[in-house]
């Protein structure tokens, strides 16, 4: 495999030891390294974005040969109670029918995101098996099943191979290279192949372009103690836009370079959204330390939902498989409304998703923020 992980041995059966770093993967070097490599810079080195939260860890796995790969988002201890919103018209992903309320398992263990498309989801049963090795799982008295629900984005058309995608082998990666860590960023794991900005289509050379998109993760932490955090990979149709000041972050593409703002494009009726399936989906996490029942963590995604679609636009087209996850630790013991919290969740995600787009490094054809020509 391309990539590589440093582990150690976990010091504990019951719960999972704090790993080395992130394995990137990256064609340029052969082995990973704490430090962050260009395009995934932290804002410090302090807890940020979704390891924020105590106890979940988040680990890539990335396959450069394309490039794609899969991110997993582990819980310790129990897990942790779990919701989903799942708006996209085009999604690709397992066990989400487990997070109905009306369905009996309320916690979950991990959670994959992962490239791909349909074929990425088998990179949850790596994730499951590295979950029983360790003694984790819901507990069917003959054995601890690990509940981990997953969701894919479409790459298979970045890079000239679509049958490297993400196996098995690189969840069990992916897991053991999770730790508490701050969360690389950019275009690793999940984010490896995604791209964005894909309204006036995704062939370079032609009167709009793409752009790359990638991994991105945000917090919020209040003086409470109250903590939300969230992880996407952007992998979007239209545009990142930043809804503090309205600008468009990255998108589509004019033939000059510069960016053309999607918003403005659609107004004119000079494109409509594409509504190939499933090409054009944004999937995240968001997670709190707050104590949540099953149907509040429901709407925990469903709020954190509306911070992808105020840093995303056009969004939940008939293309897009956009599906955010929420998870309640439950480890805080203070009290906050779920309005509250998944407001938060929403400016968590929002940040989570700015980040992948400027955090991203370019590909052939597919040029990131840091690339743009600057305004005039």
């Known amino acids: 495999m391309p990539g590589t992980t440093r582990t150690r041995r976990p010091t504990s059966r019951l719960r999972p030891a704090v790993l080395g770093p992130v394995a990137l993967g990256l064609a340029v070097l052969a082995l990973a390294s704490a430090a962050p490599q260009a395009g995934q810079q932290m804002r410090s080195t302090e807890p940020h974005g979704l390891t924020a939260v105590p106890g979940i860890k988040v680990g890539h796995y990335t396959l450069t040969q394309r490039p794609t790969g899969c991110t997993a988002i582990l819980v310790d201890g129990d897990g942790a109670v779990g919701g989903v919103s799942q708006r996209g018209a085009a999604p690709g992903t397992r066990e989400t029918d487990l997070l109905d309320p009306l369905n009996m398992v309320d916690r979950v263990n991990a ?10 989801l088998d ?7 590295w979950l029983e090795e360790h003694g984790f799982g819901f507990n069917t008295g003959v ?24 196996g098995a ?30 309204i006036g289509g995704f062939a370079p050379g032609g009167k709009y372009g793409a752009m790359k998109g990638g991994v991105g993760t945000g917090s919020v932490t209040l003086p409470n103690g109250l903590i939300v955090g969230a992880i996407a990979v952007v992998n979007a149709v ?3 836009v930043d809804p503090r000041t309205g600008r468009v972050v990255a998108g589509v593409r004019n033939a000059d370079g510069t960016l053309a703002d ?23 996490v968001v997670a709190t330390n707050a104590k949540l029942s099953k149907a509040q963590a429901g709407r925990l995604a469903l709020m954190a939902d509306d911070g992808l679609a105020r840093a995303l636009n056009p969004s939940h087209t008939n293309g897009d498989g956009d599906t955010v ?3 309640a630790t439950g480890r805080w013991g203070g009290s906050a409304d779920i309005s509250t919290i998944g407001a938060l969740a929403a400016e968590a995600l929002t ?6 787009a400027t955090e991203a490094k370019g590909l052939p054809g597919f040029p990131a923020v840091r690339d743009l020509k600057p305004s005039r």
Do not use: H, M, Q
């Open 111 to 120: 959670i994959v995101l992962t490239g791909g498309s349909a074929f990425g």
């Open 123 to 129: 990179s949850a049963s790596g994730v499951v098996r």
């Open 143 to 166: 054995a601890r099943v690990p509940i981990v629900p997953a969701a894919v984005i479409f790459d298979l058309n970045v890079g000239n191979n679509p049958k490297v995608r993400p």
């Open 169 to 198: 082998d690189c969840g069990y990666r992916a897991a053991t290279a999770a730790s508490d860590r701050p969360v690389v960023e950019g275009s690793v794991g999940a984010g490896a192949g995604a791209t964005l900005g894909k």
């Open 238 to 240: 239209g545009d990142v």
């Open 262 to 284: 999607a918003r403005a494009l659609l107004r004119s009726g000079a494109l409509l959204p594409p509504s190939t399936p499933g090409r054009n989906t944004t999937i995240a």
């Open 325 to 327: 996850f929420a998870l």
């Open 351 to 356: 940040e989570a998703i700015l980040r992948a």
